[in-house]
């Protein structure tokens, strides 16, 4: 039996669907009994292991590895692979969620919680690899020396958006989360301009307000900063810089933790950034606010 070749993974999963359809009738009876499976449930592909979607198709899991070969991929994980990069990239949120609720009938649970362990990390490890030292260097250098910082947020990055302003006022005056209470990205961002930078953030399926206020500051001069998961992205188009952080993840909505990973980061520069005086005006608000009484500690003497 011949192997077939891999269609390019850029390509999208349908083909690959299409090649293993027109050869499932030069397959032995078993191979042909689980392409079939896989090309009536491709859904179930991405999320179960071996044994698991063997069990599912009826057949035994080296079966599943002959297969693989047999349709061009170097064992099962390159062939699950596929599926589950395309999972990734187009299910809507209905059907994420739907795959969650079916993982736990199938006693799947401890699966996606590898799954999302080693998506997590993997993100982490994309983020901080396509992202140098220096990058972030320069990006901490203009908000430091900017008339003023707006980081643009909405939706789960909203509360993003708020920390970084909230770590980052206690090294600097300048940086302002957008949107505010009661108003949208755009008038959040009219004042902007060439002495200013703007940081926005927005991840497939990419948020039209984040865009627009991006664009528009853009116009107005401003020094934009792109925190997005693609070079496609509609922010990432003419960004003076551009911090990819991917979003992936078997969940129903995009992940944001490579994103905070990268706003944590960014923090730490601008502080090692600022003037020598910020290190005395973080210790001053943190004695304050022990003095305050802001955070706890426990009453001695009491049981």
Known sequence: MNRTSVPNPE???DPLLEEM????SDMTPQVRKATAFVLDHPGEV???????????????????????????????????ERFRNEMRSRSAFHDRA?????????????????EIAAVTLHNLERMFGNTSASELQAIADHIVCARRTY??????????AHNFAYLAGMAVDNVKAVPGDGNVPMDGIVKAGNPDV??????????????????????????????TDSHGSPIALDADHLILAPSAT??????????AAALETLVSFIVADAPPEVVAAIDLMHRRRHDLGVYWKPQRGNR
């Open 250 to 259: 078997p969940q129903f909505f995009p992940s944001t933790l490579a994103a």
């Open 98 to 114: 739907m795959s969650l609720q079916l993982m736990s009938s199938g006693e799947r649970l401890p699966a996606l919680y590898g």
């Open 198 to 227: 703007v940081v926005a953030m927005t991840f497939a399926p990419y948020r039209v307000e984040v865009v627009e206020a991006t664009a528009a500051a853009r116009r107005q001069g401003a020094r934009v900063v792109a925190i």
């Open 46 to 80: 991405g999320f179960a292991t071996v044994r698991e979607l063997a069990e599912l198709a009826g057949v035994h899991p080296n079966t599943l590895v002959r297969m693989a070969r047999v349709v061009g991929f170097e064992g099962f994980d390159d062939f699950r």
């Open 21 to 24: 359809s027109a050869a499932i």
């Open 11 to 13: 390509s999208g999963l």
């Open 151 to 160: 980081v643009i947020g909405v939706g789960a990055n909203y509360a993003l």
